[in-house]
């Protein structure tokens, strides 16, 4: 009878040890795109096993502007070319927040998706695209801004390493002097212009406007209007012809198209939220996104037309330069303006930026 009992304790423990070994290996694999705690996985190969994603997109343009139209196409391309698993919403007019917070808050992923301007607390060098007369026209920027040029690459570089995947870099239009006075030499380099003017409190601005021959003042943006009005300024420079019509036409009298700036905004995504996706889904946003931005190039040339007719339109005269005066004030700049901002930006990166124009 003791034996009889030692036997079955012994069956009984085979087999139990034969159910351990067998729930431990042996079994067939599933796949899955969600790991042990809940995120997804980043090596998915399959649209079946993939769950569809919601993300927050910011931008800091009016809803009714070109940049917001051209950014809500990007996103029901998006939709379209994952067959709906990536799914965005935006959020136009800062409403996540002004840029810097929102390039934090991508940078942390709390944020999935991002069009604005960068938080250059982090590198100088991602202001690279505000350099003044980067170009001299709309007709160099394809090259210039192309995600296989030297600024380019640096500044994905730069972003990379903070946790953000830049898309591309979005036109949206050069910047002008707007007065309310008509300047003197207006096409003379270092001439006296007899104007004081409210420029950003960066050098990229204030250093290429007293190179040109403006006085300058950095009063704060949002006192920029109450000061031409009262005269404390003549006028101001930082903005494209859109922004001179929409909020300062009533008084100026004098858009001056210097063309020393153009308004790169960068498309940017979080890395967190990028690499979850399907190798596919990553591909095809990429290529739906720097599409857009090499249409920038035309949308803000188109933009920045309607809006001089329309400063014209309201009485304000629009004084044009000739190709060969912009390339004059290019030169200038980039031999007496640039140095000044190696400290900024690091001689290494304007001597490469300088070198990639003859490539």
């Given at each position: 009878m003791k034996d009889s009992a030692k036997k079955l304790g012994a069956l009984l423990l085979c087999c139990i040890l034969i159910s351990v070994f067998s729930a431990c290996g042996?079994?067939?694999?599933?796949?899955?795109?969600a790991s042990a705690d809940g995120e997804k996985s980043t090596n998915l190969t399959s649209t079946d096993d993939f769950i569809p994603v919601?993300?927050?997109?910011?931008?800091q343009h009016p809803n009714?502007?070109?940049v917001t139209l051209a950014d809500k196409e990007i996103i029901d391309s998006i939709k379209e070319a994952t067959d709906g698993r990536v799914n965005i919403t935006l959020y136009p007019d800062n409403q996540l927040g002004d840029y810097m917070s929102v390039f934090d808050e991508i940078m942390f992923g709390s944020v999935e998706m991002g069009h604005i301007s960068v938080n250059s607390a982090y590198d100088s060098r991602l202001l690279g695209t505000f350099l003044p007369y980067l170009a001299t026209g709309y007709d160099q920027l394809a090259t210039i801004y192309s995600p296989d040029s030297y600024l380019f690459k640096t500044i994905h570089e730069i972003e990379s390493k903070l946790g953000i995947e830049l898309?591309?870099?979005?036109?949206?239009?050069?910047?002008?002097?707007?007065?309310?006075?008509?300047?003197?030499?207006?096409?003379v380099v270092g001439a006296e212009k007899g104007a004081l003017i409210r420029v950003p409190a960066m050098d990229t601005f204030a250093e290429c406007n007293i190179e040109l021959g403006f006085r300058t003042t950095t009063i704060p943006y949002s006192d920029t209007y109450t000061s031409i009005?009262?005269?404390l300024a003549d006028g101001w420079a930082g903005g494209p012809a859109n922004l001179n019509y929409q909020y300062f036409r009533d008084v100026l009298n004098h858009f001056y198209d210097y063309q020393q700036v153009q308004e790169a905004?960068?498309?940017?995504?979080?890395?967190?939220?990028?690499?979850?996706?399907l190798p596919e889904d990553q591909e095809s946003i990429r290529t739906i996104i720097q599409d857009k931005c090499l249409d920038s190039i035309s949308l803000a040339q188109e933009d920045e037309g309607k809006y001089k007719t329309l400063l014209e339109e309201s009485g304000v005269t629009v004084v044009e330069f000739s190709d060969s005066e912009r390339a004059t004030f290019a030169d200038a700049v980039r031999a007496n303006v640039w140095p000044k901002l190696a400290q900024t930006f690091t001689q290494e990166f304007l001597d490469n930026v300088l070198a990639s124009f003859n490539e």
């Open positions: 042996g079994g067939k694999k599933s796949t899955s795109n919601e993300w927050r997109m910011a931008n009714d502007s070109f898309m591309g870099f979005f036109c949206e239009g050069f910047d002008g002097v707007g007065t309310d006075v008509e300047l003197t030499d207006a096409a009005q009262t005269g905004t960068h498309i940017l995504i979080s890395k967190t939220a990028f690499e979850k996706l």
